[in-house]
Nanobody, 125 residues
Framework: QVQLVESGGGSVQAGGSLRLSCAAS????????MGWFRQAPGKEREGVAS???????RYVDSVKGRFTVSRDNAKNTLYLQMNSLKPEDTAIYYC???????????????????WGQGTQVTVSS
């Protein structure tokens, strides 16, 4: 069973940048897709960005043009580069993987079966 561990969260002022990493204990190639999700207090978990084995990307509208997802299959690591951060980006960020070949590329949390523990991102105004 592959385990996922996120890192790179922290506190930043609005307009700043952070880069999240998600290290897998095993082969990320076993995941057809991997993604980043976030959950703010009192809100449901939402998909932020996902990426297929071959690099196809998908983003929620609120982060398009600001966030970039990438994966390094050789290093078994998923990344999320977050630029122009806003206070509404504050949340716990989770990475996840899906072993099912959903089409189109999924961004819905129930379609992902392996989850990390999360990392806190706080953006102050």
């Amino acid at each position: 069973q592959v385990q996922l561990v996120e890192s790179g969260g922290g506190s930043v002022q609005a307009g700043g940048s952070l880069r999240l990493s998600c290290a897998a204990s095993g082969d990320t190639w076993s995941f057809y897709s991997m993604g980043w999700f976030r959950q703010a207090p009192g809100k449901e978990r939402e998909g932020v960005a996902s990426i297929s084995r071959l690099g196809t990307e998908r983003y929620v509208d609120s982060v398009k043009g600001r966030f970039t997802v990438s994966r390094d299959n050789a290093k078994n690591t998923l990344y999320l580069q977050m630029n122009s951060l806003k206070p509404e980006d504050t949340a716990i960020y989770y990475c996840a993987g899906s072993r099912v070949n959903y089409l189109p590329l999924p961004l819905e949390p129930p379609k992902f079966d392996t989850w990390g523990q999360g990392t806190q991102v706080t953006v102050s105004s």
